[in-house]
């Protein structure tokens, strides 16, 4: 079998994927760059390319593009450290079999550059479009597989059914299907069906014949003939009008329609995409919505998650919005504390995506300084119960003190002097057996940690404490993430799998709470 080729101007990545690969009983051939590439194709060929997409001297979507010109059927896997939606469409469209974001998990890199090897299949796409800037960014697992769909669905004129909450972007999404698509120099046409009133919304999908109702004094063209040769975007189908949905269907069979008050048949050469942050399938045993258009509708899903599922993606959006806000209003761009930071990646944000870049335009505007703390964070934000960390836990461990230290702070209270903060440890009940009764290890253990948690904040907001939430969310992380290493032995990624963080997340978080000291 001929070896697989590695290209990476990062000398870990080529060392890692080689000892892996030949672990997996693979040959390997590393390069430094594509020119070393270019000069080794002109004797031979890889069974699988493995290439990084921004290297010094070469780019990786350019070297995709000439192999795919040279050897159509050589199965290309891309990685990039940029995990932006540009990269990931460039890379499908471009002929990639597969796309690998960094950091990535060894073990199914290794099974995906088997798959390729084994299954010999490559990916068919369009020539490379740029968009600026991105459209969609998102390092989360959930949102590399919209992107990846997006890539896949984009060359096709299949009807699209996007789901998702409101905010979470999936107007964006069709746009990226259509900016993305052969029918990108048509035009984009959108159309929320909830906004417009049901007794004008027939006329707005489909036109009006002169005459055909009260009012109606000239013929128009309705936004079917509008998006003539492009897309037509449906916005919240799921609140269409059931009579019209009837309409709806008989275009998607047939691909005809009739203007209101017209009589002659015409074409529809659309690609229909349609959102919804309604449960259509519940929409239908309501009889709220015809199943048989839900069917013509349901032809691909993509489901886009909220931002609570995602949360290592605020960071990157955040920055991402905050230029963008900059940009738009000529001012510099401000960034957030990681105390501020800390506090959005604990929010809910019921608005998803939409409420966070909302959020950076209001600190660009009305933040003072340049870099956006805690207490400049709106005042409602930082008052949700919301926004506190919470951890659920079958047998929570108790908040505790180190035994030195509550003495301390117990002979502190009877000289009547202030008493010290106290740093908060998780520890099991065992920690506790020993502790004298009404001693405040003892009343932590009584409490329940969320509780202890609660009176330690009130004692140190009732002792004129500055930045309370920012001790406490530090305080609180140090705790989590150091029991998380010592559960892995030290592991990093395994830590952040269990704890349900990004990788990028827990070595950032790592680093500013000087646990690598």
Known sequence: MKPIWVVDDDQSIRFVLEKALEKAGLPVRTFANTRDVQEALANDTPQVLVSDIRMPGGNGIELLQDLKRRHPELPVIIMTAYSDLDSAVSAFQSGAFEYLSKPFDL????????????????????DEAHLEPPELLGQAPAMQDVFRAIGRLSPSQVTVLITGESGTGKELVAQ?????????????????????????LESELFGHERGAFTGAQTSRRGRFEQAEGGTLFLDEIGDMPYELQTRLLRVLSDGHFYRVGGHNPIKAHVRVIAATHQNLEQRVREGLFREDLYHRLNVIRLRLPPLRERREDIVLLVRHFLQKSASELGVDAKRLSDAAL???????????????????????????GLTVD????????????????????????QVVAPRDEVAQADAAASAGLQKPAIPLQAAGPELDAGAPPGSPSQQVAQEGWEAAVARVARELLQAGQAEVMDQLTQRFERAVIQAALGVTHGRRIEAAVKLGIGRNTITRKIQDLGLDD
């Open 107 to 126: 073990d199914k890199a290794v099974d995906l550059i088997q798959r390729a090897v084994d299954e010999g299949l490559r990916e068919q796409g369009t």
């Open 176 to 200: 990226a299907l259509h900016r993305h698509s052969p029918r990108a120099n048509g035009p984009f046409v959108a159309i929320n069906t909830a906004a417009i009133p049901r007794d004008l």
């Open 342 to 368: 800390a506090v959005l990646q604990h929010y809910p944000f019921p608005g998803n995506v939409r409420e966070l870049e909302n959020l950076c335009h209001w600190l660009t505007v009305m933040a003072p």
């Open 374 to 397: 805690v207490k400049d964070l709106p005042p409602e934000l930082r008052q949700m119960p919301g926004h506190a960390p919470r951890v659920s836990l079958q047998q929570p461990a």
